[in-house]
């Protein structure tokens, strides 16, 4: 999209707002972050859906925000206090935005890590790092350890077939 779509930002930005639907939501936080730059007067908004209940929302707003970071060193600060935070039940979404920001890329995996460590956590960084694919190689460790001796069965396999997916993709 690009540039060329900024005059769709005002429209974008009244939806994102207003419409509560989740898929709505999703896309348009999409677009806004595709649009990029042109779209940073939609920070504060997708700051607020980020912290929305629906996990589709927040990772959207995640990326979006990254992306809109690119040239918004605020968008980026937000997503950094979010993942350093360990407080936050929004670390392993903040993480994943910052995974799009090379410059990042070290606060990530540090709040991944912490997230794969943590049973409260595990959930969103097991689902990034499958997003993640073969890069998330600086997570095979913690998986391992977590494979050989988590007590919960869905946690061992969910370790396991992430394991799979980043060695498969070498």
């Not at 912290?51 to 809109?68: N, Y």
Request: glycine share 6%; hydrophobic share 45%.
């Amino acid at each position: 999209m690009g540039a060329a779509a900024k005059e769709a930002v005002p429209h974008l930005l009244r939806l994102l707002e207003n419409d509560k639907d989740e898929d709505t939501v999703y896309f348009v936080a999409s677009s806004l972050g595709d649009i990029g730059p042109d779209a940073r007067v939609a920070a504060a908004a997708l700051k607020q859906t980020f912290k929305s209940p629906e996990l589709s929302m927040q990772i959207a707003a995640a990326i979006a925000l990254a992306k809109l970071g690119l040239s918004s060193d605020e968008s980026i600060q937000f997503l950094v206090a979010e993942a350093k935070n360990r407080g936050s039940a929004y670390r392993g979404t903040a993480a994943h935005g910052l995974w799009f920001v090379p410059s990042q890329r070290e606060t990530a995996i540090a709040a991944l890590t912490e997230c794969l460590k943590d049973p409260k956590e595990f959930s969103m960084g097991i689902f990034t790092v499958q997003e993640i694919g073969k890069d998330a190689k600086f997570a095979i460790p913690i998986l391992q350890e977590i494979a050989k001796d988590r007590k919960d069965i869905y946690i061992r396999r969910a370790a396991v077939n992430t394991l799979r997916k980043i060695q498969a993709t070498d």
